[in-house]
């Protein structure tokens, strides 16, 4: 089901009975994926948990950790980063949002409107993408140049009185979160793109023949219809946001009051060498991801989206 | 919402419809008009312009001129949701994210109709599909979602029915079917039903008036019967059945009848039977109105006598026998013979073809290959 939801979805699924001799061929055909998982991700996930569980080093030397079953690293953890967790989500729902919000509407200029004309299509998605051949650091980094303190935006929102003279933009909720929409849109874009491009112009024809105005057609057939776009799109913004570390970092568009659980995982890890506490950081934020996403999906995929 | 929904069948009239699209011109000067209550179909091969003024009618196309009626009134400049009418779309257009209950629903919901789905239901069970209401469309057979699509329309009592090759996607079989309920709907509910259709069998079979349409207007309009009795044009009567046709000049005119020159036979045709009575004109007969002869009948002025020619093809059809004879100087003549077990007539066999004067029809124009 949570798989089904990243493939962008589709109305129909086929479904087919293998024939016996064929499961044999399929998992063979699926063993060096297996391999590959097991090497890189359940060992990997495996000692992350464990190193979540250890204790300093009886030799008390930094960075020397020992294995000691010690869950009280979660607790430590919650207690004192749980306005980082907090923020994280905030940030992360806030961007996933404002990515929809943006993305719906230019998806379904490129699915729909744009279908009597491929090369605009075709031109619009490249668009899309085109952001990806930069790096994304880079672009990030541009933007901060783009809203520093001394940049004609800032000092015409002061002037203006929009900000006050002492305030700024880089190092806000506002910059942070600005990034993360921006540096996700594509995320967004495409799955939606993909679920715009093939709905059935005819069935909103039909929508509008049974008496429904244009804003009835459009909640009653194209969301609808549109949901899987919707879902895998929030899921692959949401997820990577969530757990992302550039934009709210201080040498990018964030600063110390904007750190997300990425940037404290960081800084646990490679800065203060505390690897217990960013393990337990890490399993907690891919816990609780897991947990949204399972409740999420069996909402929005059983329920009958009325 | 507005819209007034009236119980019965309303009239519909197109007044001097033109819509162009880029590059061509669908309908030229469409001037329709349907009496309340009456099973209609719009006849044509694809591209003549049918299905456009289908969905003019419903309001998803604009005309470039002219003016839509329903009941008397102007409903030109009316959204598609504004109109009363509802349509049964070739695709059936189901929605695949409802059930069967809430598709048939759709419309009463939007017009804040009371206990929609009892009365989705009714519907359902008036199309015989009462017992799968809770499935999705896509579980369906072609022909159940082609009924669900029919039972989404009925059951908002639209002034207006519109059809679009509704029964085009179903095998012969099921078709047959179809046609035959959907006729028994029509006059059950006595809704004003407008048909558009490829197939002139259906058109013949289900409607009370035919339309048939070529190169966006209408080639002639009437009952199946007049339609096929006395086509005008060459395309109707080439569209609608089959036609043996002949060219010749007039060479002389009576009191009822003219007297056309072909191929130095004298084919006489009723004046009331002729589009033009003058100059060089196209007449035909129906293949089952004609009689072979083997030997040479006495001539008779009640009859039109051609041949001999030979017998070049027999196709048996069960019902009757289809005979292609080349009649010298005047080409291939197609003569049908109902099969009662006693024909004698043979491959190869010299034959004269035979047809009562008023079984001739004459045409305003002539075929595209023949210079004016």
């Known amino acids: 089901m949570a798989f089904a939801a990243f493939s962008g979805g589709s109305e129909k699924s086929s479904y087919k009975v293998p024939r016996k001799n064929s499961t044999k061929v ?8 297996m391999i590959y998982l097991a090497l890189f991700f359940i060992t990997p996930l495996a000692s992350l948990v464990a190193t979540s569980l250890e204790v300093p080093d009886a030799s008390g030397e930094i960075g020397r950790y020992q294995y000691g079953f010690e869950i009280g690293n979660y607790w430590y953890v919650i207690q004192t980063y749980w306005p980082h967790i907090a923020r994280s989500f905030v940030y992360a729902l806030a961007a996933t949002i404002l990515s929809l919000l943006i993305s719906y509407p230019l998806a379904y200029f490129i699915g729909v409107r744009a279908r009597k004309w491929p090369l605009i299509q075709k031109l619009a998605l ?112 949401f997820i990577p946001i969530a757990g992302d570390y550039i934009n709210a970092s201080r040498d990018f568009l964030g600063s110390s009051g904007t750190q997300m659980i990425g940037n404290v995982v960081e800084t646990n890890f490679l800065r203060i060498n505390d690897y217990p506490s960013a393990s337990a950081l890490s399993v907690l934020l891919m816990a609780a991801i897991l947990g949204l996403v399972v409740f999420y999906v069996r909402r929005s995929g059983t329920e009958d989206l009325l | 919402m507005a819209t007034e929904f009236v119980a019965r069948g309303s009239d519909l009239d197109l007044v001097g419809i033109r819509k162009d699209f880029p590059g061509f011109t669908a309908l030229d000067h469409l001037d329709l008009h349907i009496p309340a209550g009456e099973f209609f179909a719009l006849l044509g091969p694809s591209g003549c312009g049918k299905t456009t003024t289908l969905r003019l009618v419903a309001g998803l196309e604009e005309p470039t001129s002219g003016k839509i009626l329903i009941g008397g009134k102007d409903v030109t400049a009316s959204k598609p949701h504004e109109r009363p009418v509802n349509t049964v779309f070739q695709s059936y257009a189901l929605f695949p994210h409802m059930s069967v209950l809430e598709n048939v629903a759709f419309g009463l919901r939007q017009r804040k109709v009371d206990e929609p789905l009892k009365r989705a239901e009714e519907a359902l069970a008036l199309v015989q599909l009462g017992h799968l209401s809770q499935r999705r469309p896509q579980q369906l057979s072609g022909g159940q979602q082609q009924r669900v699509a029919l039972a989404r329309a009925l059951v908002n009592r639209p002034s207006l029915l519109l059809l679009d090759e509704p029964l085009g996607a179903l ?78 000049n007039v060479a002389e005119t009576s009191a009822n009848s003219i007297g056309i020159e072909v191929a130095g036979y004298k084919i006489s045709v009723p004046k009331d039977r002729a589009e033009k009575h003058t100059g060089k004109v196209a007449i035909g007969v129906r293949p089952e109105k004609a009689d072979l002869h083997q030997q040479k009948p006495a001539p008779s002025s009640s009859e039109n006598l051609i041949g001999p020619g030979e017998v070049l093809d027999i196709r048996f059809t069960g019902v009757s026998n289809q005979f292609l004879v080349e009649i010298p100087n005047i080409g291939l003549v197609t003569v049908f013979e109902q099969n009662e077990g006693n024909s004698t007539v043979a491959l190869g066999d010299q034959v004269y073809v035979s047809w009562k004067v008023e079984h001739t029809f004459g045409l305003a124009d002539l075929p595209d290959s023949v210079e004016e």
């Open chain 1, 26 to 33: 399929a998992l063979a055909l699926l063993l060096p994926g």
């Open chain 1, 126 to 237: 490249a668009l899309v993408i085109a952001p990806f051949f930069i790096s994304f650091l880079l672009r990030t980094f541009a933007w901060k140049q783009i809203f520093s303190n001394e940049s004609w935006i800032v000092t015409t929102l002061q002037s203006l009185h929009v900000l006050a003279p002492d305030q700024y933009l880089v190092g806000t909720d506002f910059m942070v979160i600005f990034g993360l929409t921006y540096n996700f849109i594509p995320f967004m874009t495409l799955p939606l793109y993909t679920s715009l491009e093939r709905l059935d112009l005819r069935l909103l024809e039909a929508g509008s023949d049974l008496y429904a105005t244009p804003a009835k057609v459009f909640r009653k057939v194209t969301l609808p219809i549109t949901m899987p776009g919707i879902i895998s799109g929030t899921l692959m913004t």
């Open chain 2, 171 to 248: 095998d012969l079989k099921l078709r047959r079917e179809m046609q035959i309920e959907l006729k028994a709907i029509q006059m059950e509910v006595g809704l004003t039903f407008l048909h558009v259709t490829h197939d002139q069998e259906e058109a013949m079979d289900m409607a009370d008036t035919v339309a048939v349409m070529n190169k966006g207007h209408i080639e002639q309009m009437g009952a199946p019967e007049a339609l096929y009795d006395r086509p005008h044009t060459v395309f109707v009567a080439k569209f609608l059945g089959q036609s043996n046709l002949f060219i010749g």
